[in-house]
């Protein structure tokens, strides 16, 4: 096929649902799943807000989930520093 035939047939053929999913394909691609997270990353930055907008209610609760895990350690830990405070005291007196 010459070059215009491939853009014809492209043109004639074109959907939508077909670039979408070429666009997150190439997104996923470009996505370390390492060390790194969305936070310090820019194509994970992008691929989290290309996401969000498809998975609003499911992102929604793991961050829910996570900032519940992050108050009960938080919480965990004040308690432990009272405890360790109040040796240190006992200790110092």
């Keep these: 096929m ?4 491939v853009v014809k ?7 939508k649902e077909i670039f979408h999913k070429l666009i997150r394909y190439m997104l ?3 996505v370390h799943f390492g060390e790194s997270n969305h936070v310090n990353n820019l194509t994970n ?3 989290y807000n290309a996401m969000q907008g ?3 209610s499911k992102i929604d609760g793991i961050q829910k989930e996570y900032s519940e895990k992050r108050d009960k350690r938080e919480a965990r830990l004040k ?7 109040m040796k ?4 110092n007196d």
């Design 79 to 85: 308690e432990r520093i009272a405890v360790l405070e």
């Design 45 to 47: 930055t992008s691929f």
């Design 9 to 15: 047939h492209f043109k004639k053929n074109f959907k």
């Design 28 to 30: 996923i691609k470009q």
């Design 54 to 56: 498809y998975y609003k």
């Design 88 to 91: 240190i005291q006992e200790l």
């Design 2 to 5: 010459t070059d215009v035939e």
